[in-house]
């Protein structure tokens, strides 16, 4: 059943501030992510006041899912009751490949290139998923390959990597692993994109959150059991550590991400999410202190260019809504 949001028609300035404002939650949580990985304060002289220990990628990928769902739920069930939250079977094994292939493989992924390569790498592979959404869509007839949808997925990609610093720096480290776990996540972001929009088209935002959420939270349990994370001996600070990032990098960035795919088509959105790392190197410029070289200057208005391009109305299409039908 559709929400009154679509019977009421998208609006796609508001799908561009729900997908801004998850990009922005994402720049935040990278850089929050680096405390994760080193244990060490963050650079540019900054200290989080607690000694971190490490946390692996793969806990910090469960934790994100699992302490997400342990706020979320409570809220919806007070707030809907349980009647409200159910769905029908067909739909529930959607949102389980959605939460697993999608969100929970995504998530793991795109760490574990960052801790066997860089984040330059992990980001830039990662950030090849809207190539991957055009030539799907295409592919199954939901869009043309028009030359403006093009050069704004390609000027997306090309200003993503001068971003965040590819060129002229230390670049791409061919760890096979790495790589591999990198692409990956690409094709996982694409996935949930794509999916994510189907899903939206017929369900709220806050019950495709909360069950896709369920998805990845189930899968950990059976890939992680719980007696290897209390094996893991984390303190207080480390779990509060863990309860701050899956806020800022999961429940908070994804209701807002899935409310932009509620007015946007896939590729747009994606194409707009490469805001992320614009955000990531933006706020490391003006918090931490860390040099902006002109190529990343370069990079940032590229990725803005690529952003107002894809959003104006192809001429074939002038006259015509420009939300592309659900994905099945």
Excluded at 186 to 203: E, K, P, W
Excluded at 234 to 241: E, I, L, M, S, V
Excluded at 267 to 294: D, K, N, Q, Y
Aim: hydrophobic content about 55%; charged content about 10%; aromatic content about 10%.
């Amino acid at each position: 059943m559709k929400t009154d949001l679509h019977r009421a028609g998208p609006h796609p300035l508001r799908g561009y501030f729900y997908i801004g404002s998850a990009a922005l939650l994402w720049g935040i949580s990278a850089t929050l992510g680096r405390a994760a990985f080193t244990g060490h304060p963050l650079p540019g002289g900054l200290s989080l006041g607690i000694s971190l220990k490490k946390i692996d990628p793969l806990i910090l990928s469960q934790s994100r899912a699992t302490l997400s769902l342990a706020v979320l739920l409570p809220v919806l069930l007070a707030r809907r009751g349980v009647s409200a939250l159910r769905v029908p079977g067909r739909d529930l094994v959607r949102f389980f490949l959605l939460g697993i292939l999608g969100v929970a493989a995504s998530n793991y992924l795109y760490y574990l290139a960052i801790q066997r390569t860089n984040v330059a790498t992990a980001i830039i592979l990662q950030y090849t998923a809207p190539v991957w959404v055009l030539l799907y869509t295409v592919a199954c007839g939901a869009q043309r390959p028009s030359r403006r949808r093009t050069a704004a997925v390609g000027l997306a990609v090309v200003g993503c990597t001068l971003a965040v610093g590819f060129v002229g720096s230390s670049g791409f480290r061919m760890d096979p692993v790495g790589v591999t776990a990198a692409l990956l996540g690409a094709f996982s972001f694409a996935f949930y994109n794509v999916g994510g929009h189907s899903v939206l088209a017929r369900y709220d935002r806050w019950k495709v959150l909360l069950w896709v959420l369920v998805a990845a939270s189930i899968f950990w349990i059976f890939v992680n059991p719980p007696w290897k994370i209390v094996a893991a001996h984390y303190g207080a600070q480390q779990w509060g550590f863990m309860l701050v990032f899956s806020l800022v990098s999961v429940l908070g960035p994804f209701s807002c991400y899935f409310a932009g795919l509620q007015h946007l088509e896939p590729t747009r959105a994606i194409v707009a999410s490469c805001l992320e790392p614009v955000f990531s190197i933006s706020i490391a410029a003006l918090v931490l202190g860390e040099l902006l070289r002109p190529m990343q200057t370069v990079g940032i208005v590229l990725v803005l260019v690529a952003i107002v391009l894809i959003q104006l109305p192809e001429r074939a299409a002038r006259g015509e809504e420009l939300m592309v039908e659900p994905i099945e």
